[in-house]
Every structure is written in C-alpha cells, then in structure tokens.
T-cell receptor
Framework: GIQVEQSPPDLILQEGANSTLRCNFS?????LQWFHQNPWGQLINLFY???GTKQNGRLSATTVATERYSLLYISSSQTTDSGVYFC????????????FGKGTKLSVKP | DAGVTQSPTHLIKTRGQQVTLRCSPK?????VSWYQQALGQGPQFIFQ???????QRGNFPDRFSGHQFPNYSSELNVNALLLGDSALYLC???????????FGQGTRLTVV
C-alpha cells in the first residue's frame, strides 16, 4: 500500500540549533501537508506544499515531487517548537483522505 | 473566523456503549473527514463526507458510522465500544475533498 515515512523518529536539540525533518512517500502525490501537533493534540497547519519551496518565519519546506520527498527546516529552534511534526499526503483522483507518517518527535532544550 | 470545532473535548465510556462525536467545519468548507489517532501513532483515516454522503472510507468496521448535515456539520458514531477504540478522534474540514485540510482540537475518548 501507499507509505509515508518520516525521519528521524526522535530529535533532541538545544535551543538555537537548526534541524531538518524528512518525509518520503512511495507514490506520486497530489498534495502534501506538514503539521505540528501541540501537547493538547491539535494539529496546526504549517505548510501545504505539493511541490516547490515555501517559507514562513523560521520554518521552511521543500517538496521534490519527482523524487518523492519533502523536507521541513526549522532554524533557530525555540522550546515552543517542541512537539510532534507530521507530514501527510493526498493521493490520486478526487478523493481527499490524507495518509500520515508516524511523525518526528522534537524536543528543544533550553 | 472560527476554525474547526469539535465536541466534547473529553469523554469516558464503558465497553459496549455507543458514542457520538460532533464536528463543525471551518467557515466556507463543505467537506468533513474523520481520523482516529492512537497513542504514539499518526492519524488514521476513518471516512469523508461531502454533499451529505460518505464519499470514501478507510479500513474501519461498520461499528463506525457518520452523518453530515445540510449545514455541513458532521457526527461520528461508534457502536459497541471496545477498549481498543480509546484514542484521539480528529475532525478535518476542507473547501473541496482534495484541498488543504484543517483540523479541530480533537475529542479524546477513553473506553473503560
């Protein structure tokens, strides 16, 4: 079946460090989203990025659809960046369910 | 502009009971999807509603059913609850079935 794989599964950083999270997908995607799940469980939209590069403050994302991967960059990390980061892909046709990866758990230490 | 809202936020039920969870989509959205997230896992797709019909379904048993109302709000019903149904249930809305999805804060269901 369709697979979305994220790496690394866990990441511990000191405040101020930079990081790169990776998402690989097993088939061509229509759309790809990155989310941050806060400690209360809410999924916060970070990027909607089927291809190309987008930036929002300290965060940026790049999706290379032809090579089936996406990267999320976090620069100058802050303790508030802690949480679980998910990528999720839409596949094919007009149907819109998202296939999620297992997430990357990020812990930023002061 | 209100985002996606879900109710209740927490719920405790006994094995064998039935439960109904509710979701109001983001303003301007007519598509609602439901996801189940077990502890330590990514969300799993349950089903999607569009134009008051179930358009797509994930790998969940018939105990899971839903409904979408004319105002686009939606309900998720789970019958004959099992301990394994304990999870965070997330509702997402989008402007069409295959566009950017926005999630509610979730309902945390505990089955005892």
């Amino acid at each position: 079946g369709i697979q979305v794989e994220q790496s690394p599964p866990d990441l511990i950083l000191q405040e101020g460090a930079n990081s790169t999270l990776r998402c690989n997908f097993s088939d061509s995607v229509n759309n790809l989203q990155w989310f941050h799940q806060n400690p209360w469980g809410q999924l916060i939209n970070l990027f909607y990025i089927p291809s190309g590069t987008k930036q929002n403050g300290r965060l940026s994302a790049t999706t290379v659809a032809t090579e089936r991967y996406s990267l999320l960059y976090i620069s100058s990390s802050q303790t508030t960046d802690s949480g679980v980061y998910f990528c999720a892909a839409h596949y094919g046709g007009s149907q819109g369910n998202l296939i999620f990866g297992k997430g990357t758990k990020l812990s930023v230490k002061p | 502009d209100a985002g996606v809202t879900q109710s209740p936020t927490h719920l405790i039920k006994t094995r064998g009971q039935q439960v109904t969870l509710r979701c109001s989509p983001k303003s301007g959205h007519d598509t609602v999807s439901w996801y189940q997230q077990a502890l330590g896992q990514g969300p799993q797709f349950i089903f999607q509603y569009y134009e008051e019909e179930e358009r797509q379904r994930g790998n969940f048993p018939d105990r899971f059913s839903g409904h979408q109302f004319p105002n686009y709000s939606s309900e998720l019903n789970v019958n004959a609850l099992l301990l394994g149904d304990s999870a965070l249930y997330l509702c997402a809305s989008s402007s069409t079935p295959n566009t950017e999805a926005f999630f509610g804060q979730g309902t945390r269901l505990t089955v005892v």
